[in-house]
T-cell receptor, first 113, second 115 residues
């Protein structure tokens, strides 16, 4: 498809397990963002990739969170030793290197039991 | 530091009337972009409108217009002729050009359109 895709759409895991969330950007988009949205809340910035530059990791809440972007395309957000407070919808957005407009994927709903 | 403030947690509007959703921002960077996104109950985030800090005219996209008042650091969204399908959360966001656009979002305003 032409839009941003994320997988899985839903993930239920047990406390202490590691999870990987995937984002497939729109082809050609050099900017990629990860956000977290807790129930009824706004978007919390996590990490931002722009082309080949070093990512801006300033929003990652702890060292249990990490993200990679391979070949400037697909990105994976990894959460190690998940905690219940990690439960949220994780949104990926991508954009062309222009005005900053972002196109969002459908999100991954993570539930940590 | 950059900051986005949306002071209206919820708004009601009658169908077919216009509504203004407030947004103020704070940044010391001269180059920035202002955005509005809509999030229906289904959860997807939909881009609505963009205003660049150097744009002289207010942005418009169909029934959406952005009332950009740079001196006041406000970027209010105006929706004309409200429709029932406009009921959703609306987020104001700001991207600062640091070679890319790191973006921060406001807390959102929930709009309810009444029939």
């Amino acid at each position: 498809g032409a839009g941003v895709s994320q997988s899985p759409s839903n993930k239920v895991t047990e406390k202490g397990k590691d999870v990987e969330l995937r984002c497939d950007p729109i082809s050609g988009h050099t900017a990629l963002y990860w956000y977290r949205q807790s129930l009824g809340q706004g978007l919390e910035f996590l990490i931002y990739f722009q082309g080949n530059s070093a990512p801006d990791k300033s929003g990652l809440p702890s060292d249990r969170f990490s993200a990679e972007r391979t070949g400037g395309s697909v990105s994976t957000l990894t959460i190690q030793r998940t905690q219940q407070e990690d439960s949220a919808v994780y949104l990926c957005a991508t954009g062309a290197a222009g005005d900053g407009t972002q196109y969002f994927g459908p999100g991954t709903r993570l539930t940590v039991l | 530091a950059q900051k986005i403030t949306q002071t209206q947690p919820g708004m009601f509007v009658q169908e077919k009337e216009a509504v203004t959703l407030d947004c103020t921002y704070d940044t010391s960077d001269p180059s920035y972009g202002l955005f509005w996104y809509k999030q229906p109950s289904s959860g997807e985030m939909i881009f609505l409108i963009y205003q660049g800090s150097y744009d002289q005219q207010n942005a418009t996209e169909g029934r959406y217009s952005l009332n950009f008042q740079k001196a006041r650091k406000s970027a209010n969204l105006v929706i004309s002729a409200s429709q029932l399908g406009d009921s959703a959360m609306y987020f104001c966001a700001m991207g600062v050009n640091t070679g890319g656009f790191k973006t921060i979002f406001g807390a959102g305003t929930r709009l309810f359109v009444k029939a």
